[in-house]
């Protein structure tokens, strides 16, 4: 975990080159994290690479003190998805230094430059960019001293992967040495000389994960990890789900029980504080024995999703090519949908907050650290240069799960008992009940094909929200209309496409005539809802590829041929080659009324990384059991830093998709939530995944960075329905594919 503390006198007095985020004023909003969470940091020179644009100064990025000790400081956040591992392999690369000789600090507000979220794959394209290209500018400026130094030519010197600058004849100096010389408060320049691809010595092998071994030995790996002198424990207080308001909590009887410190009453918030975490949970277990009221619509168990349809809406085109009418032989349509899903993190939210000396500290796995201290700031009344906010891993997420609310929870129990380190932790049940959803959406298409078999005709409606609920002022936690006096409620406000939220991928990368897409931007939701993995990139490439296999159908043509024969991006028809060659699709066994085979693609948002994939599945007739046996995609996310983890990345993503697709959904009634454990709502188990993943990762060396968080999302669970369809005969397109869905629609073509 990161240092606690470090003061500007101790890193000034260090010498060297050094390394301080200094604020800059604002010039231009750019979308960090995917258009997620706040404007993001400005952009001060948009002639430089990734996050350089907004934070260009090269002491933002990198210290190298007189002994040769070397810090890289990222604000990107390792969440598990081992961005950590790469973006230090990037630094190593273009410093060319070995890994194990730099320390890496990662997202903190005093320490770090302000990367806005991490979100929206933008890891390595911003972040990873911004490293390689601020190294490069250090590797340049080390290397032109060394010449000085020595008299000779800067073509004459080089450096040799260890931290020294080495000339023609053996001469050679310490990294160190040469960074006391330099007095480094310039800007980095654009295009500073980057290292060959083919001299590589870190980049594009597969470099151990640094944050796996605290993780699998028992150390400090995690903020429930966490342990401060003086701290207490606290649990909050609250109805079963969100909107919901206890009206007779038990809050006398709570304040006397053994181990109590405190019980904190701000509004209808109340957090109980004790000495042990078992006596807080025991205080807020007697304070709850209380009846709820719904303080808010009651929920459309009627209508269920598609209740998305007849709510407020604004209409956003996203796309309008439509010209004269072609003729149409065959077509096909359809209206798709998802639930509203969980994050299903495995742990519960959890955060450390301390109050002290008129500054507040927080601990927190929020993926927006940065908007969090600002954010904080305002809902406890502090200046936001008096919070900091320092990431701290915990339980996988992927999007906003309770990790903010919690945060903020904690910070205001912790202004309330100045002195004492506070750890709030959520329930298993509070997390479920109260963290804001991935959204439901629904779309509706109608597609047809001509007499040469090309797509003539694309009609497509989605209705859902931005996805983009994410905190950036206090009126965007729960908690923030509870307390007195409270914030106004945060607008959702939908995030300009190519990046967009519930209409991210509807757009399709094939080349079709005749499109005409809207996008039902819907502001209130009946449930709590925010970012979770793909945003609406799922159902929108699940809906897409679904399409394209069964107008591929209408066509009597391959479905892989259908694909290529309208798509013109070379990338993408070599990622959907790859991975059928692998897979061996011209010979896969036809659907036969349990197994069957199905393909998908996607390239993530039409910017980001390439991912097909193929799917062998059966059906168990009897009971619409799902058995996935193989699933073998083919990725290509540029220059890849280590190919394990993008497979690491991708393999995950499948398994989390199929999860979604077969088995998820957040279940409610009229007044609460009602899925509030891990058998009211279900994940896939480890006898439930794929008999076997093959990821196999394009080698586009030198090629920008692409991200791969989310680019297996959509096109698994799209694969999935199309091995269905192929298997059964029948076209599925409301997700969760249950079994007893899977066993109506064969007893229907019986």
Avoid at 62 to 71: A, M
Avoid at 219 to 229: F, H, I, S
Wanted: charged share 20%.
């Amino acid at each position: 975990m990161n240092d606690l503390y470090v003061s500007r006198r101790h890193v000034l007095g260090a010498g060297g080159l050094l390394v301080l985020f200094s604020i800059a004023s604002p010039l231009l909003a750019d979308q960090a994290g995917g258009g997620e969470g706040g404007a993001g940091p400005s952009v001060l020179r948009p002639d430089l690479a990734g996050s350089l644009r907004s934070s260009p100064r090269l002491e933002s990025w990198i210290q190298i003190s007189p002994d040769g000790h070397t810090t890289v400081f990222s604000g990107k956040a390792e969440l598990g998805q081992g961005i950590r591992t790469a973006l230090l392999q990037v630094a190593a690369e273009e410093l060319d230094m070995r890994p194990d000789q730099i320390d890496f600090i990662t997202a903190d507000t005093r320490r770090t430059p302000d990367e806005g979220l991490t979100a929206g794959s933008h890891s390595m394209m911003d972040g990873g960019t911004a490293l390689a290209n601020a190294a490069a500018n250090v590797r340049m400026l080390l290397t032109r001293e060394a010449a000085k130094m020595w008299n000779i030519g800067q073509n004459q010197v080089s450096t040799n992967g260890d931290g020294h600058v080495i000339a023609a004849d053996g001469r050679k100096l310490p990294y160190g040495l040469l960074a006391a010389r330099l007095s480094l408060t310039a800007e980095a320049v654009a295009n500073a000389p980057r290292r060959k691809p083919s001299q590589y010595r870190t980049v594009g092998r597969d470099l151990a994960r640094v944050d796996i071994p605290a993780k699998v030995t028992g150390g400090e790996a995690y903020v429930q990890d966490l342990r401060l002198p003086g701290m207490l424990h606290a649990r909050v207080v609250r109805g079963p789900s969100y909107g919901t308001r206890l009206t007779a909590p038990r809050i006398d009887e709570a304040r006397t029980m053994p181990g109590v410190v405190a019980v904190i009453v701000k509004g209808t918030f109340i957090a109980v504080v004790a000495r042990k975490e078992w006596q807080a949970i025991q205080a807020m277990r007697v304070a709850q024995q209380s009846a709820f009221t719904r303080e808010i619509a009651q929920l459309p168990v009627a209508q269920g999703v598609h209740a998305l349809r007849s709510l407020p809406a604004k209409e956003i085109q996203v796309l309008d090519n439509r010209s004269a009418p072609k003729l149409s032989t065959r077509s096909v349509s359809g209206t798709f949908s998802r639930p509203w899903y969980s994050h299903g993190s495995i742990g519960p939210s959890c955060a450390v907050a301390w109050a002290k000396d008129g500054e507040l500290t927080l601990w927190s796995h929020s993926q927006g650290v940065f908007d969090m201290h600002r954010a904080v700031a305002e809902l406890v009344g502090l200046p936001p240069e008096e919070v900091r906010c320092i990431h701290s891993p915990s339980a996988g997420c992927y999007g906003q799960n309770g990790a903010d609310d919690v945060t903020a929870e904690a910070g205001i129990i912790a202004m309330a008992l100045p002195g004492h380190p506070i750890r709030l932790q959520w329930m298993r049940e509070q997390e479920f009940g109260w963290e804001p959803c991935g959204c439901a959406m629904v779309t509706k298409v109608e597609a047809a094909i001509g007499p040469d078999h090309k797509i003539v005709h694309w009609d497509y409606d989605v209705w859902s929200n931005s996805h983009n609920n994410r905190p950036v002022h206090a009126g965007g936690y729960a908690v923030a209309q509870q307390v007195v006096p409270s914030f106004e409620m945060q607008e959702s406000k939908p995030i300009p496409m190519p990046e967009g939220d519930g209409d991210r991928n509807a757009n399709p990368l094939y080349a079709l005539d005749n499109m005409n897409i809207r996008y039902h931007f819907v502001p209130e939701m009946p449930l709590r809802v925010s970012a979770l993995r793909s945003l609406g990139a799922h159902l929108n490439i699940y809906t897409l590829e679904s399409m394209m296999d069964d107008l591929a159908i209408e066509a009597g043509i391959d479905p892989l041929d259908f694909r290529l024969a309208h798509m013109k991006d070379n990338r993408a028809r070599d990622v959907m080659i790859e991975a059928t060659r692998k897979f061996g699709w011209a010979n896969r066994p036809e659907g036969d009324g349990r197994r069957g085979c199905g393909l998908a693609f996607a390239q993530y948002k039409n910017i980001g990384a390439y991912c097909a994939l193929a799917m062998e599945i059966e059906v168990e007739r009897e009971t619409g059991v799902i058995t996935v046996h193989r699933v073998t995609a083919a990725v290509d996310a540029g220059q890849p830093v280590n190919p394990d983890g993008i497979r690491n990345q991708v393999e995950g993503g499948i398994i989390q998709s199929l999860s979604w697709a077969m088995l998820e959904e957040v279940t409610y009634d009229e007044s609460k939530r009602t899925s509030f454990d891990w058998g009211s709502y279900p994940i896939l188990r480890f006898d439930q995944i794929p008999r076997s993943i093959d990821v196999h990762v394009m080698n586009r060396l030198g090629e920008p960075f692409l991200g791969a968080g989310e680019t297996a999302q959509g096109p698994a669970s799209a694969a999935l329905a199309n091995a269905i369809r192929d298997a059964i005969g029948v076209r599925l397109r409301e997700m969760p594919l249950t079994p007893k869905k899977v066993k109506g629609a064969i007893g229907f073509m019986a």
